[in-house]
């Protein structure tokens, strides 16, 4: 371990963001209850700022203990530390995954709220009010195991989710592959950061063509009656299911993710 202070505060920011992440699923089936879809993206905007401000936390924080551990010469244990950051962003979506039928209700509820509050600002001063936190330990919705009745067997397609799978993983080992390619490289370590983008931008190709469409499609389905809402919920457990094992599989292709960054790297200087 490099620095352990700073890796507590880079594993605590990547664990809330992929936290967020997985929170953000519940918006679906939430805006499918409220007929509201339009609302309940917009209200998705404010949990996406609070992911990037975390980023924004997070990030300078991972590149100083790369950026250590070339100046103290211990590369070597550079491995270890990243691997800790990819397991954090595990360790969030497992938290966040039984936190998704809370969620799914309070969200229900502040979708409603919209049409009464008008705007953001107000529904969260409202929503801070003491009479409105006391009814938040109403809205609370212990896990089940009923609730995972027939996920398997509704009609979504599996290769939507095998994809989501894979697109998860590269988004989770995108930036630190490339880091840690940087920090065996240093003198050319700006060069194998900057591939991030290139290995983050595939899996948003990936993303917006394969699963974001398909996503969209069997919500709107459910909105116009073809589809039920058990459909929508249970696409939003196997979602999850899928950026569980995507940060999994994240563990296996870091490695594979920058020998691959290197070789680029090399070929570019």
Do not use: C
Not at 101 to 116: C, Q, R
């Amino acid at each position: 371990m490099i620095d352990a202070k700073r890796l507590i505060i880079v594993a605590f920011f990547t664990m809330v963001i992929n936290l967020i992440d997985t929170l953000s699923y519940s918006i679906r089936p939430s805006g499918v209850r409220t007929r509201k879809l339009a609302v309940a993206l917009s209200l998705f905007n404010i949990m996406a700022v609070i992911s990037r401000l975390s980023n924004m936390i997070q990030a300078p924080f991972l590149g100083s203990i790369v950026d250590m551990a070339i100046k103290m010469d211990k590369v070597h244990l550079l491995q270890n530390d990243m691997r800790i950051v990819l397991f954090s962003a595990t360790l969030g979506a497992l938290i966040g995954a039984p936190l998704m039928p809370t969620f799914v209700s309070i969200f229900t509820v502040a979708i409603n709220g919209m049409e009464g509050a008008g705007t953001v600002p107000k529904l969260i001063l409202k929503g801070f009010r003491w009479s409105n936190l006391k009814k938040i330990k109403k809205k609370i919705v212990l896990p089940r195991l009923s609730m995972l009745k027939g996920v398997w067997k509704a009609n979504i397609p599996k290769t939507f989710l095998i994809y989501n799978v894979i697109i998860t993983s590269i988004y989770t080992t995108g930036v630190i592959s490339s880091l840690y390619a940087g920090a065996i490289i240093p003198e050319y370590r700006i060069t194998a950061s900057q591939l991030s983008g290139i290995v983050n931008g595939f899996a948003t190709v990936l993303f917006t063509v394969v699963v974001d469409p398909v996503a969209a499609l069997i919500t709107d389905q459910a909105l116009s009656g073809k589809r039920t809402q058990h459909d929508v919920d249970s696409m939003v457990v196997l979602l999850v299911f899928g950026k569980i094992l995507g940060t999994l599989l994240a563990q296996l292709i870091f490695i594979p993710a920058a020998d691959l960054i290197l070789f680029v790297t090399k070929l570019i200087v």
